[in-house]
């Protein structure tokens, strides 16, 4: 009898292979007394372990060279960083000799304290961390207890017969120094027990492109080894035990998606214009530098949001100018002349930086605290360090600065005078830069969107993010489970600001864009056509999507359902609306 388990879908593809259960290590040890001449040696097979992992990172880091997902390369520093903290390390060391206990016992007795620590946090972001901290531990265990590696255990099952289908690997968690391996062994997907939107779980499923199912409770328990499975994405379950007539309708299900992807490779090189002659910007958002070969790939015309908080992020301390100047300049140059928006940093909410929180107290609510361009104001050093950096690659081609979070003209007016001062120092150091860079607002604050007049006369363009737009219009912590079904782009309330906004910037001639996660929906491509959107932002690997969607619709011709479309009282009816659009 087929069977299902439930969890939250990370992209929309669908995969079909065999199960390789990954066996966490467990954290329920029986604790061993030592006598005192036992104790030096167990401290060196503590201390060997920890080398060995050690030289684990350094490996994967040697082979992640060139490699195009940087999110994995940031993780797998996070967890190299956390493996060099005596919290963890060296008071595990104390516990051996002041109980004089074995070293299992003694790192898990540690991690729980650690994790205790964690748990108090209320910035959801850094609460997700605990499993970071989690899996170093199993990690290390493993390596104490003689357990061989993915690496080793994937090469040993690769000689193995029963590779008619690729691998799905199925987890409690995965570690980031082993998110590479899924690549590298031709897996088809994955699905863990833990999980969440903000996890660095879901994050790497969608840098690398795979298919995954997370927050799954107990699935690998449940699944045997080399069982055959499909991994649906887009509906957030995985399936077994199919009988045939099921396992015919998910395999053509399969076929026809390689079909498609393969389809929309052709769009590449084909200009985004409507039917009736409307052109179209199709932008990509980058979280570093390297992402920017994959913008390329799909042919974006540009970049529309660099976020560079992620140059901040998982580092003891913010990165210098001259650190964040060659990973502008980087972009500009592969580019080649087309524009990029790059984002002044942009912390808090989920997107915590370590080096700013020190001697700040946790908020109790982040998203409404000090962050964006209210921590930038509030730290004029970083700022200015920030702006140099950007201004000395608008060198090197065409750069434009974008203010996060801004809730009307005052914040534009000091970012402003701020630029200007970045730029006299410039001017004494002899450095050049474009003495006319564009700087733009993101409209992401409602109080901003709804005096956009008053803010026009003080930004060169305007850039939508929807993300924090819908949040905070519908007072939704949208990294919240308990809420975040509440979520809803399609709310009345945020279409009009988004028409308002359009309005009001093509009425003063201020170019305007989209960067949030709707620029990337194919399902909302026609609504944000028909409400003027010209100009959309999203993650290179749903430009040729929307590519797809502006190639077949009538710009013209969408103005006046859309407009019928907004005088509707609910998403309800707007969702089926869209239907027919």
């Not at 809420?483 to 001639?509: Q, T």
């Amino acid at each position: 009898m087929a069977w299902s388990v439930s969890g939250i879908g990370v992209g929309d593809k669908l995969a079909i292979g065999r199960a390789w259960v990954l066996a966490p290590a467990s954290l329920d040890l029986p604790r061993r007394n030592l006598t005192a001449a036992q104790i030096e040696p167990e401290i060196r097979r503590f201390q060997a372990a920890v080398g060995r992992i050690a030289q684990e990172f350094e490996d994967l880091r040697v082979a992640l060279k060139g490699e195009p997902a940087a999110e994995v390369r940031a993780f797998l520093d996070l967890q190299a960083m956390v493996l060099q903290d005596p919290i963890l390390i060296d008071e595990t060391i104390d516990l051996i000799r002041g109980e004089q206990c074995n070293a299992e016992w003694a790192l898990v007795r540690q991690f729980e304290e650690v994790a205790n620590q964690f748990n108090a946090i209320d910035d959801p972001y850094l609460r997700e961390r605990k499993a970071d901290v989690q899996q170093l531990v199993e990690r290390i265990l493993k390596a104490m207890q003689g357990v061989a590696n993915l690496s080793a255990a994937l090469a040993q099952q690769d000689g193995q017969p029963n590779q008619d289908l690729p691998w799905i690997l199925v987890a409690r968690d995965i570690a980031p120094a082993d998110m590479l391996l899924l690549r590298q062994h031709q897996f088809a997907g994955f699905a863990t027990d833990s999980g969440s939107p903000t996890s660095h779980t879901a994050i790497l499923a969608r840098s690398l492109g795979l298919p995954a199912v997370v927050g799954m409770a107990s699935l690998h328990g449940l699944v045997a080894q080399g069982e055959e499975i499909v991994l649906d994405a887009a509906m957030g379950v995985v399936m077994g035990s199919l009988d045939a007539d099921l396992r015919a309708h998910y395999a053509d299900q399969r076929a026809g998606q390689q079909l498609v992807s393969e389809r929309l490779k052709r769009l590449k090189t084909i200009e985004a214009k409507t039917l009736d002659g409307e052109r179209v910007q199709l932008q990509a958002n980058l979280d570093l530098p390297e992402d920017a070969a994959a913008a390329l790939e799909a042919g974006c015309d540009g970049v529309g949001l660099f976020r560079s908080e992620f140059l901040f992020m998982n580092r003891q301390a913010a990165p210098t100018e001259s650190e964040q100047t060659d990973a502008y300049r980087r972009v500009v140059t592969l580019m080649a002349g087309r524009p990029i928006t790059i984002r002044t940093l942009d912390s808090g909410a989920d997107k915590s930086v370590a080096a700013l929180a020190v001697g700040r107290a946790a908020p109790a609510n982040p998203a409404l605290a000090l962050r964006a361009i209210r921590l930038c104001l509030a730290e004029p050093e970083l700022f200015l360090t920030q702006l140099r950096a950007i201004l000395r690659a608008s060198a090197h081609g065409p750069v434009r600065i974008m203010i996060p979070l801004v809730s009307g003209p005052n914040e534009m007016i000091l970012a402003r005078r701020m630029i200007q001062t970045a730029m006299q120092q410039l001017d004494t150091r002899g450095l050049a830069y474009d003495r006319g860079i564009l700087v733009g607002a993101m409209i992401e604050v409602p109080s901003a969107a709804i005096a956009i007049d008053s803010l026009l006369a003080h930004i060169d363009f305007a850039s939508l993010g929807t993300n924090d737009l819908i949040q905070y219009t519908l007072a939704i912590d949208r990294t919240d489970s308990e809420v975040a079904h509440l979520y809803e782009p399609l709310h009345p309330a945020v279409l009009r600001l988004i028409r308002d906004v359009i309005r009001a910037c093509d009425k003063a001639n201020t170019p305007i864009s989209l960067c949030g996660e709707m620029a990337g929906e194919p399902q909302f491509c026609r609504l944000l056509l028909g409400l003027g959107l010209r100009i959309f932002s999203m993650h290179p690997v749903e430009l040729l999507r929307v590519k797809q969607e502006v190639l077949r619709a009538r710009a013209q011709d969408l103005g006046k359902p859309v407009a019928r479309l907004l005088k509707l009282p609910d998403a309800k009816r707007i969702r089926a609306g869209l239907e027919v659009l």
